[in-house]
């Protein structure tokens, strides 16, 4: 059974760097084809997707956030973390972990977390 | 980036029927299409990948279907529980957008 779970602060300060961490289970970051990566989505809004690492350490990310965001992988204790840098009231959301899985080469999110709800606030 | 457009943006229909779902990709993807359902509170599922194919554990009469700039998701038969928020996603190429959803509620 695949499962991912964030965790991480629920209430960050303007300027602040967010550090949200996923814990997963079910399969492994080294096999190939597989990532792991995060998506956002502020309240009442569509998803935005973050970043994805890949198996072989193939990072990509938002263009719009690249400078601020940084996803990193722990596989002895199956983890992905995401920081982002400078969080603003804007980048307030619900952060999901995400898998992400290829076929014929094309990515897509076959798992979820549960999300996590970030609030932005001084 | 990519553009994703959906139409429309929300949709009222009677369970039993059959809706269509439309996802307009600013330029080609190919099949690189994807579709999600967003319940109330909860995270996104994965319904279809590579445009047409169902995911394991999805009921067949959710159908995908489409290439290069124009999709198409279709739920025939409409049950109680897919009444929901669907997504359409590129994957051809990061960043890897989402279009702005189509809200299917209770007519």
């Known amino acids: 059974q695949i499962t991912l779970k964030e965790s991480g602060p629920t209430l960050v300060k303007p300027t602040q760097t967010l550090t949200l961490t996923c814990t997963f289970s079910?399969?492994?970051?080294?096999?190939?084809?597989?990532?792991v990566g995060w998506i956002r989505q502020p309240p009442g809004k569509a998803l935005e997707w973050l970043a994805l690492l890949y198996w072989d350490d193939d990072q990509r990310y938002s263009p719009s956030l690249e400078s601020r965001l940084t996803i990193t992988k722990d596989t002895s204790k199956n983890q992905v973390v995401l920081t982002m840098t400078n969080m603003d009231p804007v980048d307030a959301a619900t952060y999901y972990c995400v898998r992400s899985f290829r076929v014929w080469l094309v990515p897509f999110f076959d798992y979820w977390g549960q999300g996590i709800l970030v609030t932005v606030s001084s | 980036d990519i553009q994703m457009t959906q139409s429309p943006s929300s949709l009222s229909a009677s369970v039993g029927d059959s809706v269509t779902i439309t996802c307009r990709a600013s330029?080609?993807?190919?099949?690189?299409l994807n579709w999600y359902q967003q319940k109330s509170g909860k995270a996104p599922e994965l319904l279809i990948y590579?445009?047409?194919n169902l995911q394991s554990g999805v009921p067949s009469r959710f159908r995908g279907s489409g290439s290069g700039t124009d999709f198409t998701l279709t739920i025939s038969s409409l049950q109680p529980e897919d009444f929901a928020t669907y997504y359409c996603?590129?994957?051809?190429?990061?960043?890897?957008?989402f279009g702005q959803g189509t809200k299917l509620d209770v007519k």
């Open positions: 590579v445009a047409f």
């Open positions: 330029q080609t993807i190919n099949s690189h």
């Open positions: 996603q590129q994957s051809y190429s990061t960043p890897y957008t």
């Open positions: 079910g399969f492994s970051l080294g096999t190939s084809g597989v990532g």
